[in-house]
């Protein structure tokens, strides 16, 4: 999730040196047409190295940055025209290495560790209110292991994955803490039974799944535990069904 930084310039502006060969050595700088200073950077032979800045239209520092012989090097920090933070992220050798945060109007949305340019460890997203709302982890880019989603500090969903695809048991629950829907995977489809709950625990509905696709038929249970159809259900009882297994 890196985002875009502003192209920095490497030609010589306001450069305080030029040397023998033309390339830029020392800091250069570029201006808007108003004569506000857009950009500040360290070359050496024309390349970034050093400290390395771009700002938006009322002034603010909306990129701070360090190159090493033109390759992003340490922490790289962006932020919006107002000044919020957009993204803390670490570099090395011009590729993203470690801790990344990412900001929406200037709160925590997510922490990601990165290795070799893609994400690979833990990564954690966060509600509005600063609360986790998923905790997940990456391999060499790809999701593995277990996916936690939460909603107001409960779990909503688990979920596994391997190499990026989804395997093996999947969980939501409703308020109360309870399975609202069980099912199998199996390399990112539904594989084994799929079975869904009433809100206080028992079957409403069950069905089997090959490699993604439906192999038996649809059954459906009251909250007694009796099985029901379309044509014996009384009036009303479909629609709720339906608003159930909606969510």
């Known amino acids: 999730m890196a985002q875009s930084l502003p192209t920095p310039m490497t030609s010589p502006g306001d450069a305080q040196g030029i040397n023998a060969g033309g390339a830029v050595t020392g800091i250069s700088e570029q201006r808007g047409a108003d004569g506000a200073l857009k950009q500040q950077a360290t070359l050496q032979d024309g390349k970034l190295h050093g400290a390395f800045s771009a700002f938006g239209a009322e002034g603010v520092t909306t990129v701070q940055a360090d190159y090493v012989q033109g390759d992003l090097e340490g922490v790289l920090t962006l932020r919006d025209e107002d000044g919020r933070l957009q993204q803390v992220a670490n570099y090395q050798g011009g590729v993203q290495e470690g801790l990344t945060q990412i900001y929406t109007d200037g709160r925590l949305l997510m922490e990601q560790s990165y290795q070799a340019g893609k994400m690979h460890g833990p990564c954690t997203a966060y509600s509005v209110a600063g609360d986790v709302s998923m905790t997940q982890f990456y391999v060499n880019g790809l999701l593995e292991g277990e996916v936690v989603s939460m909603y107001e500090g409960r779990v909503v969903r688990r979920a596994h994955f391997r190499a990026g695809r989804q395997e093996g048991e999947a969980i939501d ?29 028992t079957m409403l509905e069950s069905q089997n799944y090959k490699a993604g696709r439906p192999v038996s038929a649809l059954r459906r249970f009251d909250q007694n535990g009796d099985e029901i159809s379309t044509a014996s259900a009384k009036p009303g009882l479909m629609q709720r069904l339906e608003q159930i297994v909606k969510g």
């Not at 629950?173 to 084994?192: I, V, W």
């Open 173 to 201: 629950y409703g308020r109360e803490g309870k399975p609202l829907q069980k099912a199998l995977y199996k390399d990112d489809l539904l594989d084994g039974p799929l079975t869904r709950y009433w809100p206080d625990g």
